[in-house]
């Protein structure tokens, strides 16, 4: 099950340069520094592993087809249908306009806080991910979820991450919105 997973995050092929397996990784080891020993529940785990297992730039419903993507092989993990449900709104809610509700969002943020070059190499990534936009078409976009980043009362909901990244991601959303504007 978790190489047709990985493999998934190869799919479609040259088109993911952040949204890869990867991702995962970085993401698991963050929440594992910070949480030593408190271990992500089964369900949290699974909605981690599969909220990016759909991703195409172009489209609008990853996060809804990734979700999918996890109720298909639910059963095959052992989840029941309420585990199921948790995973999917887990997954839902990673989607940049959804409102943040469990750790997943904490982790899927944590780079936003890295230091200036890890940041700018995620930014690289993404903007790879987006290559068939035009710049004009890129800068308005990309504009429109730093705002709506930036806008939040809060970027990181449980208080390691949020004492651990968010000055440095406030920085670093801004620093980008700032060059976007230039």
């Known amino acids: 099950m978790l190489d047709r997973l990985i493999a998934r995050y190869k799919e479609p092929v040259d088109s993911r340069f952040y949204h890869v397996w990867g991702h995962i990784e970085y993401g698991l080891s963050v929440y594992n520094r910070l949480f030593p ?3 992500l529940s089964r369900v949290q785990l699974f909605a981690w592993g599969w ?7 172009k489209q609008s419903n990853n996060e809804q087809m990734s979700a999918d993507n996890l109720m298909h092989v639910a059963s095959a993990l052992g989840l029941t249908m309420d585990e199921s449900d948790e995973a999917g709104r ?10 943040p509700i469990s750790v997943i969002n904490d982790i899927d943020l944590a780079v936003l806080g890295e230091e200036p ?3 700018d190499s995620y930014v690289t990534s993404v903007r790879e991910e987006y ?3 035009e710049d004009e078409l890129w800068k ?5 979820v730093l705002r709506q980043m930036l806008k939040r009362d809060r970027l990181y909901i449980t208080p390691e991450f949020e004492n651990e990244f968010t000055l440095q991601a406030i920085d670093n959303l801004s620093r980008e919105l700032t060059s976007l504007q230039r």
Request: net charge positive; glycine share 4%.
């Open 131 to 133: 290559r068939w936009a």
């Open 37 to 39: 020993s408190k271990p």
């Open 117 to 119: 070059l890890t940041y």
């Open 51 to 57: 909220h990016d297992s759909t991703y195409d730039s």
């Open 90 to 99: 887990y997954i839902l809610a990673t989607s940049p306009s959804a409102e």
């Open 140 to 144: 308005k976009g990309r504009t429109a």
